[in-house]
């Protein structure tokens, strides 16, 4: 299969597909409009695609000279332990 990493964030149908997957919202505590927000506020994001498909997506925030922090990594299920998510971070 051939992946394709994007730095641009997905589209907001694209990421809440794929963030529904993880079950980290499940208590529905964020809109999915915040959480998009949220992403888009990021210093640095990747988005991994099969075809057109977001199957991977991660994040880092930073205040821009010291503190850095990677967040928000997720890999659609039917795609984990294929090294994907080290992959969206070798491409930082």
């Known amino acids: 299969m051939t992946y394709v990493i994007s730095e641009e964030n997905p589209t ?13 919202n ?22 991994i695609y099969d075809d057109m498909t977001l199957i991977g997506y991660g994040r880092i925030i930073s205040d821009g000279i010291y503190q850095t922090f990677i ?10 332990r294929k090294g994907l998510a080290q992959w969206l971070w070798r491409s930082c």
């Not at 967040?71 to 984990?80: F, I, N």
């Open 26 to 47: 499940a208590k529905g505590l964020y809109t999915y409009d915040q959480l998009y927000q949220a992403i888009s506020n990021s210093w640095y994001s990747a988005s």
């Open 12 to 24: 907001i149908g694209a990421y809440k597909a794929l963030h529904q997957t993880t079950g980290w």
């Open 71 to 80: 967040c928000d990594v997720m890999v659609h299920p039917d795609y984990q």
